[in-house]
């Protein structure tokens, strides 16, 4: 007999080790496919020389959108808020926009980001490395509306569902996610009816939507529908198959969370249209870009010229989760130079000068290179 999927379990094709097949064909060595040119074109990047402001407009803030996005009436559209809760809660958003809001800077980085730099290359979403964006992000505190509705002493996670729906590795879905009750009760947990003091875009999650500071983009379910408390760990398939770091596709890998440290530079000088190739005139320039960690603070960035680290100033981020500015200045002598970045955070963890492999393409952090031509 077929089985049928919900949302609680993964039932899709199986690999051979009995798991549910991964979320894309398996990794490549050959040229781009039309698929991913196709994934490419819907889900944008954000232009590297947005890493000049604190605040990323949301025109070229990253976009990443599993399904289609979804034409949501706000005017009829109600959150649920339900399971193990002493009292389920049904909110409109006139009713939302009533409770006391908070607004958190954030930067959201999608978990895929710097897939299509690992060699084999796994057939996804073809990010490059501008999947990221900073925002503010204005709503209600998740935790106020589960101390309003009551969590139960036995509920272990938080399921959040959003309205978009589609198939995904075989399995029919809506888009769903969950957190740990730890996670979910933190103060900075939004949900979130405002970007950058402006009404949701529709690619951003219109008219609600979750955001969990410090973690991967995932987490953070938009066209939000339905908050469910429950007793036992959620298995529905973006928790269980995809997001997880992988060696294989047989192997059940370990789930995603926070965002690995990173930093990236504004290239300088102009580009050539074509190869984005990076073109200088001699003398001082002032490299900038931002770096960020969901783990804790970054403590420290290095910029590397050919090969030779040197700290870069850092400034001061403008949240626990945003992103930080950091310069250095460099005087340009004629000629072809490599320009590197590296930050370090609070953990001690840092940026690998290789890329890391794994089966998904997640979690990527390597340094970024860009070279620059000086004439
Ligand atoms: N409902 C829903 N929420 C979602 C997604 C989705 O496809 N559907 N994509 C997730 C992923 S993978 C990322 S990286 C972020 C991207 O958020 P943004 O498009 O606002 O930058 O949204 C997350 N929330
Ligand atoms: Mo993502």
């Given at each position: 007999?077929?089985?049928?999927?919900?949302?609680?379990?993964?039932?899709?094709?199986?690999?051979?080790?009995?798991?549910?097949?991964?979320?894309?064909?398996?990794?490549?060595?050959?040229?781009?496919?039309?698929?991913?040119?196709?994934?490419?074109?819907r889900?944008?990047s954000?232009?590297?020389e947005?890493?000049?402001?604190?605040?990323?407009?949301?025109?070229?803030?990253?976009?990443?959108?599993?399904?289609?996005?979804?034409?949501?009436?706000?005017?009829?559209?109600?959150?649920?808020?339900?399971g193990?809760?002493?009292?389920?809660?049904?909110?409109?958003?006139?009713?939302?926009?009533?409770?006391?809001?908070?607004?958190?800077?954030?930067?959201?980085?999608?978990?895929?980001?710097?897939?299509?730099?690992?060699?084999?290359?796994?057939?996804?979403?073809?990010?490059?490395m501008?999947?990221?964006?900073?925002?503010?992000?204005?709503?209600?505190?998740?935790?106020?509306?589960?101390?309003?509705?009551?969590?139960?002493?036995?509920?272990?996670?938080?399921?959040?569902?959003?309205?978009?729906?589609?198939?995904?590795?075989?399995?029919?879905?809506?888009?769903?996610?969950?957190?740990?009750?730890?996670?979910?009760?933190?103060?900075?947990?939004?949900?979130?009816?405002?970007?950058?003091?402006?009404?949701?875009?529709?690619?951003?999650?219109?008219?609600?939507?979750?955001?969990?500071?410090?973690w991967?983009?995932?987490?953070?379910v938009?066209?939000?529908?339905?908050?469910?408390?429950?007793?036992?760990?959620?298995?529905?398939?973006?928790?269980?198959?995809?997001?997880?770091?992988?060696?294989?596709?047989?192997?059940?890998?370990?789930?995603v969370?926070?965002?690995?440290?990173?930093?990236?530079?504004?290239?300088?000088?102009?580009?050539?249209?074509?190869?984005?190739?990076?073109?200088?005139?001699?003398?001082?320039?002032?490299?900038?870009?931002?770096?960020?960690?969901?783990?804790?603070?970054?403590?420290?960035?290095?910029?590397?010229?050919?090969?030779?680290?040197?700290p870069?100033?850092?400034?001061?981020?403008?949240?626990?989760?945003?992103?930080?500015?950091?310069?250095?200045?460099?005087?340009?002598?004629?000629?072809?130079?490599?320009?590197?970045?590296?930050?370090?955070?609070?953990?001690?963890?840092?940026?690998?000068?290789?890329?890391?492999?794994?089966?998904?393409?997640?979690?990527?952090?390597?340094?970024?290179?860009?070279?620059?031509?000086?004439?």
């Amino acid at each position: 007999m077929k089985q049928t999927y919900t949302n609680q379990q993964s039932s899709g094709p199986a690999t051979a080790a009995g798991r549910p097949a991964p979320p894309a064909a398996a990794p490549t060595t050959g040229p781009l496919t039309p698929e991913e040119l196709q994934l490419g074109a819907r889900n944008h990047s954000m232009p590297l020389e947005a890493l000049r402001r604190d605040i990323t407009p949301p025109g070229l803030h990253y976009v990443l959108t599993h399904f289609d996005i979804p034409d949501v009436d706000a005017s009829s559209w109600h959150l649920r808020i339900s399971g193990a809760v002493e009292m389920a809660l049904e909110l409109s958003m006139a009713a939302l926009r009533k409770d006391p809001a908070i607004t958190v800077p954030v930067t959201l980085e999608c978990a895929g980001n710097g897939r299509s730099l690992l060699n084999p290359r796994p057939l996804s979403q073809p990010w490059i490395m501008e999947g990221v964006g900073t925002a503010h992000w204005t709503g209600v505190p998740l935790a106020y509306l589960l101390g309003k509705a009551g969590v139960l002493p036995h509920a272990v996670e938080v399921v959040f569902t959003g309205s978009d729906q589609g198939v995904q590795g075989g399995v029919p879905q809506r888009y769903a996610r969950s957190l740990p009750i730890h996670e979910a009760m933190r103060p900075d947990v939004v949900l979130a009816y405002k970007m950058n003091g402006s009404e949701l875009p529709p690619q951003h999650g219109y008219p609600l939507r979750l955001v969990v500071p410090g973690w991967y983009g995932m987490a953070s379910v938009k066209w939000l529908e339905s908050v469910e408390v429950v007793t036992a760990p959620f298995r529905g398939y973006q928790q269980e198959v995809a997001y997880r770091y992988q060696d294989s596709a047989d192997d059940a890998g370990t789930p995603v969370s926070r965002i690995r440290v990173r930093s990236l530079m504004v290239p300088p000088g102009i580009p050539d249209f074509f190869t984005r190739k990076r073109l200088l005139k001699p003398g001082p320039v002032l490299l900038q870009g931002r770096a960020w960690s969901g783990k804790g603070a970054v403590t420290g960035v290095e910029v590397g010229i050919d090969g030779t680290w040197q700290p870069a100033h850092l400034e001061k981020p403008a949240g626990g989760y945003a992103w930080r500015k950091w310069t250095m200045p460099w005087v340009a002598d004629p000629g072809v130079h490599e320009l590197s970045c590296r930050a370090t955070d609070e953990t001690g963890a840092t940026q690998p000068l290789e890329q890391n492999w794994n089966y998904q393409g997640l979690g990527n952090n390597v340094v970024q290179r860009v070279s620059v031509t000086v004439e």
